[in-house]
Structures are given as C-alpha cells and as structure tokens.
C-alpha cells in the first residue's frame, strides 16, 4: 500500500524558513521521480520542485527552497526560505515513475498534504 506522509508545515512570519518532509513507503522510492506541488484556496495546484537526480524548479521558488532527498530513509524533503506570504498554501508531495515533469496530471500517487501560512 503506497503511503506519502507529509510534516513540517505550520505558520510563519515572512523571511523566515521552515522545512517539509514527505515520509514514502509501499513502492520503489528510489527509482521513482518525487516533485512538491502547492495548493492556495481558489487557485489550482501548481508545480514546485522536482527532483529524479538532478533538482528542478519553478521560477517563483529559484533561490528560495531547495528539494533533496534521502533514498535510504525514502523521505523527501523541502527546504523553504524566505518565505513570503504568497507561499501560503497546502503543499503535497507527488511520486511517478519515469523523469520529472511539471504536471499535476502525471504524478501517480499523493500525500494528503501539509499546510504552509506565511504572514506578512
């Protein structure tokens, strides 16, 4: 049974940092793509960072928040400074198999989410 299991979110004050985690089981975590998405009330998710090998990000986040991960504890990660309030949002780790893409519709399996409030 596939599992994505996110932590870290909470409330922050603008430039400041917090870190995410996203806890993986049930499948090949280490030959699986990994990207975080971001979900604000009213608007749809959108892309973060993805990372097979090599990290991929999306330009409003370049800088700012650095995807890692650790294959032998199959646990993503999400480093995120300077926040800004439009950071604020559920955010949710995504795993596929195959290369990255940006793509909600690609990813196969997702965590429930974890909630990011940056205030200003």
């Known amino acids: 049974q596939v599992q994505l299991v996110e932590s870290g979110g909470g409330s922050v004050q603008a430039g400041g940092s917090l870190r995410l985690s996203c806890a993986a089981s049930?499948?090949?975590?280490?030959?699986?793509?990994m990207g975080w998405f971001r979900q604000a009330p009213g608007r749809e998710r959108e892309f973060v960072a993805a990372i097979s090998g090599s990290p991929h990000y999306a330009d409003f986040v370049k800088g700012r928040f650095t995807i890692s991960r650790d294959n032998a504890k199959s646990t993503l990660y999400l480093q995120m400074n300077r926040l800004k309030f439009e950071d604020t949002a559920v955010y949710y780790c995504?795993?596929?198999?195959?290369?990255?893409?940006?793509?909600?519709?690609?990813?196969?399996?997702w965590g429930q989410g974890t909630q990011v409030t940056v205030s200003s």
């Open positions: 995504a795993a596929r198999s195959g290369g990255i893409v940006t793509t909600v519709e690609r990813y196969t399996y």
């Open positions: 049930g499948f090949s975590f280490s030959i699986y793509s």
